[in-house]
């Protein structure tokens, strides 16, 4: 296509830029490695912010009636600890590996629409630092990560922090649409001769749904923050109780958006464990299909639940059951995958490096968040438990302890593809431990604590020896993942520098991402292997037994 | 390269983009319909808008609906000259559209309305103008597109998917239009 002639010197540029490599070729890139790296990057660097904010919060909990921090810095550093952890670090993390692995899966050199790419990350980026900046414009947003109305309107929430929230969220969705719209656009006409949708990579499949929701669900959060900014910046009505508006409606449109959210935070991670547990298990992946098509099954359902973020409201006996119907229901393809990865697991010869060490970890963990989830469902002891900690006991089971170990899992499996050397197993398995201990204390106790009846979202609480006990214990459990972390960084950062050299395939895995060098060239593939089951590099490998043929005998004998 | 699609990469983004896009006016809408009848005593559709004139003005943004297909058609049977003429045509309508917009505006603050009034005019304005910008976003693309005929766009083939594709999307702004008419201008002032 011929360029707008302005723009041309200014292309030429920046053309120039990603040829040369360098530091400016990281601003000026359209490869999806180079992006995906971004995207990991600044969600660590995010996590570290959020990460600091928690540990602000659990020191000030550490003793009743502390006054470390003010109430309304208290405030602030919940909403934003909540709110960077969402849509700044779990779901932008995600989005990285998508964005680094999707097109060496499917044997593609880049994306469908590689510039597209580069924007989403610029608008995760610059929306992160719009977040940010509130700060440094006197106050951040103060309301929760849900900014419930009326508290987030003006008479409530009058400096500007809301805006910038509302604003950010805003950008940051934009990007990540936009990356959604691409991935599905990728999968459905980049994928190479053979590569069926029977024989994607689960995680490819999971990154597929997991773009649906976010096209599906963002729109709501987008017309929700719309409806937000006309109502703080023109003097709209739109939840304004006094001029008939409907502080409820807010809670429906954005819970439409904050349901499927939480499985745009968790599908790829059932990708990523879908990927290493087969793999260090050296077996198939149990029930294939089955793992494909219950995620479709949750992605449909996860629409329909959203209501159970809302039985306090009152909506009435028949929708409180409709929901809480629906919401056990979405319970069941969740439960039937923690199956399928026991079964993958069952008779394998496992191999425990710390990468299977976080997926194990993960199912159960991830299962212990899924049944207190279940709990909630239920609508009389939603009643008793919502708005204590009991819920973030539940959430942090689910995203630290579900998602967050499956992206662990992920970073030490794929870091030798991303870096060409292996992480340290030593410092990993360190790194593994202390995190293990270190969630379990900080987040087991809020279980109690939350049947103890301890509300969440105060900035401190009276001298109660139970209450006083746990948070205690609660606080050193955040400390230890505060170390483990270091950990982490020191582990990613001298094993970068000095780690073993990896080679292309240093797992034995299966997938295409491993049939090229680590890290891969600029164009990805030198030669891409036939593809003519979900498990390429084995047939490759074992001209004796391969999968397709195997599968192929199987069908002769059934007929 | 074996994905079914892979010559329509550009259509299956701009699809996914206007389902995305028409659940985001699906939420502004229902807001005007849970809202509906609350503004008692201030404006409402019933005593402000006007079904017929605005309805002229819709007959002739939905014409450039059919335009604009028109075009897209000639483009593929490369006959760009004349798509060129129905690219034209389709900016004109569409540009008319939006002055009428802009009139129907005016004549609404002139009486004192903003969208501070009630929520009859809350939902309005953030509805008609989220789809006045999505017009407005829908004649940038198709100028670009005028303007690159200049330079020779048309004649690969992944230049005319790229025009189906922004056709699609001004199909999209047209019926988005149709929910927002008959919603509105209609069911609002039965
Ligand atoms: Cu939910």
Same mark, same amino acid.
């Given at each position: 296509?011929?360029?707008?002639?302005?723009?041309?010197?200014?292309?030429?540029?920046?053309?120039?830029?990603?040829?040369?490599?360098?530091?400016?070729?990281?601003?000026?890139?359209?490869?999806?490695?180079?992006?995906?790296?971004?995207?990991?990057?600044?969600?660590?660097?995010?996590?570290?912010?959020?990460?600091?904010? !928690?540990?602000?919060?659990?020191?000030? &909990?550490?003793?009743?009636?502390?006054?470390?921090?003010?109430?309304?810095?208290?405030?602030?550093?919940?909403?934003?600890?909540?709110?960077?952890?969402?849509?700044?670090?779990?779901?932008?993390?995600?989005?990285? #590996?998508?964005?680094?692995?999707?097109?060496?899966?499917?044997?593609?050199?880049?994306?469908? /629409?590689?510039?597209?790419?580069?924007?989403?990350?610029?608008?995760?980026?610059?929306?992160?630092?719009?977040?940010?900046?509130?700060?440094?414009?006197?106050?951040?947003?103060?309301?929760?990560?849900?900014?419930?109305?009326?508290?987030?309107?003006?008479?409530?929430?009058?400096?500007?922090?809301?805006?910038?929230?509302?604003?950010?969220?805003?950008?940051?969705?934009?990007?990540?649409?936009?990356?959604?719209?691409?991935?599905?656009?990728?999968?459905?006409?980049?994928?190479?001769?053979?590569? =069926?949708?029977?024989?994607?990579?689960?995680?490819?499949?999971?990154?597929?749904?997991?773009? %649906?929701?976010?096209?599906?669900?963002?729109?709501?959060?987008?017309?929700?923050?719309?409806?937000?900014?006309?109502?703080?910046? #023109?003097?709209?009505?739109?939840?304004? +109780?006094?001029?008939?508006?409907?502080?409820?409606?807010?809670?429906?449109?954005?819970?439409? %958006?904050?349901?499927?959210?939480?499985?745009?935070?968790?599908?790829?991670?059932?990708?990523?464990?879908?990927?290493?547990? +087969?793999?260090?298990?050296?077996?198939?992946?149990?029930?294939?299909?089955?793992?494909?098509?219950?995620?479709?099954?949750?992605?449909?359902?996860?629409?329909?639940?959203?209501?159970?973020?809302?039985?306090?409201?009152?909506?009435?006996?028949?929708?409180? #059951?409709?929901?809480?119907?629906?919401?056990?229901?979405?319970?069941? +393809?969740?439960?039937?995958?923690? $199956?399928?990865?026991?079964?993958?697991?069952?008779?394998?010869?496992?191999?425990?490096?710390? *990468?299977?060490?976080?997926?194990?970890?993960?199912?159960?963990?991830?299962?212990?968040?899924?049944?207190?989830?279940?709990? $909630? !469902?239920?609508?009389?002891?939603?009643?008793?438990?919502?708005?204590? @900690?009991?819920?973030?006991?539940?959430?942090?089971?689910?995203?630290?302890?579900?998602?967050?170990?499956?992206?662990?899992?992920?970073?030490?499996?794929?870091?030798?593809?991303? *870096?060409?050397?292996?992480? =340290?197993?030593?410092?990993?398995?360190?790194? /593994?431990?202390?995190? %293990?201990?270190?969630?379990?204390?900080?987040?087991?106790?809020?279980?109690?604590?939350?049947?103890?009846?301890?509300?969440?979202?105060?900035?401190?609480?009276?001298?109660?020896?139970?209450?006083?006990?746990?948070?205690?214990?609660?606080?050193?459990?955040?400390?230890?993942?505060?170390?483990?972390?270091?950990?982490?960084?020191?582990?990613?950062?001298?094993? !970068?520098?000095?780690?073993?050299?990896?080679?292309?395939? +240093?797992?034995?895995?299966?997938?295409?991402?491993?049939?090229?060098?680590?890290?891969?060239?600029?164009?990805?593939?030198?030669?891409?292997?036939?593809?003519? *089951?979900?498990?390429?590099?084995?047939?490759?490998?074992?001209?004796?037994?391969?999968?397709?043929?195997?599968?192929?005998?199987?069908?002769?004998?059934?007929? | 390269?074996?994905?079914?699609?892979?010559?329509?990469?550009?259509?299956?983004?701009?699809?996914?983009?206007?389902?995305?896009?028409?659940?985001?006016?699906?939420?502004?809408?229902?807001?005007?319909?849970? @809202?509906?009848?609350?503004?008692?005593?201030?404006?409402?559709?019933?005593?402000?808008?006007?079904?017929?004139?605005?309805?002229?003005?819709?007959?002739?943004?939905?014409?450039?609906?059919?335009?604009?297909?028109?075009?897209?058609?000639?483009?593929?049977?490369? *006959?760009?000259?004349?798509?060129?003429?129905?690219?034209?045509?389709?900016?004109?309508?569409?540009?008319?559209?939006?002055?009428?917009?802009?009139?129907?505006?005016?004549? &609404?603050?002139?009486?004192?309305?903003?969208?501070?009034?009630?929520? %009859?005019?809350?939902?309005?304005?953030?509805?008609?103008?989220?789809?006045?910008?999505?017009?407005?976003?829908?004649?940038?693309?198709?100028?670009?597109?005028?303007?690159?005929?200049?330079?020779?766009?048309?004649?690969?083939?992944?230049?005319?998917?790229?025009?189906?594709?922004?056709?699609?999307?001004?199909?999209?702004?047209?019926?988005?239009?149709?929910?927002?008419?008959?919603?509105?201008?209609?069911?609002?002032?039965?």
């Amino acid at each position: 296509m011929s360029e707008v002639p302005v723009a041309l010197p200014v292309l030429r540029k920046l053309q120039r830029f990603e040829h040369e490599g360098g530091m400016l070729s990281w601003v000026a890139s359209v490869d999806h490695k180079q992006i995906g790296i971004l995207y990991l990057v600044t969600s660590l660097i995010f996590f570290l912010a959020g990460g600091v904010e !928690a540990l602000l919060m659990r020191t000030q &909990l550490i003793v009743p009636e502390n006054r470390f921090l003010n109430p309304s810095l208290y405030n602030q550093i919940f909403t934003m600890h909540g709110t960077t952890m969402i849509f700044l670090v779990v779901v932008p993390v995600l989005l990285g #590996l998508m964005v680094y692995l999707i097109p060496l899966m499917i044997g593609a050199r880049d994306f469908a /629409f590689p510039r597209l790419n580069a924007f989403a990350y610029w608008m995760y980026a610059l929306g992160g630092l719009l977040l940010y900046f509130s700060f440094f414009a006197h106050d951040a947003p103060a309301a929760g990560w849900f900014a419930y109305t009326p508290l987030s309107e003006k008479p409530y929430s009058n400096l500007q922090g809301m805006d910038y929230w509302a604003l950010s969220l805003l950008v940051v969705g934009t990007g990540t649409i936009a990356t959604g719209l691409n991935v599905i656009a990728t999968i459905a006409s980049m994928r190479i001769k053979g590569m =069926s949708l029977r024989h994607l990579p689960l995680f490819a499949w999971m990154s597929l749904i997991n773009s %649906f929701l976010i096209v599906g669900a963002m729109p709501a959060l987008n017309a929700a923050l719309v409806m937000l900014l006309v109502d703080r910046q #023109l003097q709209g009505n739109f939840f304004k +109780p006094a001029a008939g508006g409907s502080p409820i409606f807010w809670q429906h449109v954005f819970w439409n %958006f904050g349901h499927p959210e939480v499985y745009i935070m968790v599908l790829p991670a059932f990708g990523i464990i879908s990927e290493v547990i +087969p793999v260090f298990s050296r077996k198939v992946i149990y029930g294939y299909a089955v793992v494909a098509g219950s995620t479709v099954a949750i992605a449909l359902l996860s629409f329909g639940v959203w209501a159970h973020h809302m039985f306090a409201v009152g909506l009435g006996h028949f929708l409180d #059951l409709v929901f809480a119907a629906s919401s056990m229901l979405i319970a069941v +393809p969740t439960g039937v995958k923690i $199956f399928n990865w026991i079964a993958t697991m069952w008779g394998g010869a496992i191999r425990f490096t710390t *990468s299977m060490w976080f997926a194990v970890a993960f199912l159960v963990m991830f299962t212990i968040g899924g049944l207190s989830g279940v709990m $909630f !469902a239920v609508v009389p002891i939603d009643w008793q438990l919502t708005d204590t @900690y009991f819920v973030v006991a539940h959430m942090h089971y689910v995203l630290f302890g579900g998602t967050a170990f499956a992206v662990f899992a992920g970073i030490y499996y794929w870091f030798p593809k991303f *870096s060409g050397r292996m992480l =340290s197993e030593r410092m990993g398995k360190w790194h /593994f431990w202390l995190t %293990f201990i270190g969630f379990n204390l900080t987040f087991m106790v809020q279980h109690s604590l939350g049947m103890l009846g301890m509300p969440r979202r105060v900035f401190t609480y009276p001298n109660i020896h139970t209450w006083k006990v746990l948070n205690f214990v609660s606080t050193i459990g955040a400390y230890i993942l505060g170390v483990s972390v270091v950990v982490f960084l020191w582990n990613v950062i001298a094993s !970068a520098r000095q780690g073993r050299t990896a080679g292309d395939d +240093p797992w034995d895995a299966w997938t295409l991402e491993w049939a090229t060098s680590s890290p891969p060239p600029v164009h990805n593939f030198d030669y891409v292997p036939p593809v003519r *089951s979900a498990r390429p590099l084995w047939d490759l490998k074992h001209p004796e037994d391969t999968d397709w043929e195997r599968a192929r005998k199987r069908q002769r004998n059934g007929r | 390269m074996a994905g079914e699609f892979v010559h329509q990469k550009s259509r299956v983004l701009i699809l996914t983009f206007i389902f995305s896009e028409s659940i985001f006016f699906a939420f502004l809408i229902t807001a005007f319909v849970l @809202y509906h009848g609350r503004s008692a005593g201030g404006p409402d559709a019933r005593n402000t808008l006007d079904p017929i004139r605005t309805g002229i003005y819709s007959l002739i943004l939905w014409a450039s609906s059919v335009t604009v297909w028109l075009s897209e058609r000639a483009m593929r049977h490369l *006959s760009i000259t004349r798509s060129k003429r129905w690219l034209e045509v389709t900016i004109l309508l569409g540009g008319i559209f939006l002055v009428g917009q802009g009139i129907e505006y005016h004549g &609404l603050f002139a009486k004192g309305m903003s969208v501070e009034t009630d929520l %009859f005019a809350t939902t309005f304005f953030t509805t008609t103008g989220f789809h006045a910008l999505h017009v407005f976003i829908g004649l940038i693309v198709l100028l670009i597109v005028r303007g690159l005929t200049v330079a020779g766009f048309g004649q690969e083939e992944y230049q005319r998917e790229g025009f189906i594709a922004a056709s699609y999307y001004w199909h999209f702004v047209d019926a988005v239009w149709v929910a927002v008419f008959f919603i509105f201008y209609i069911w609002g002032t039965r």
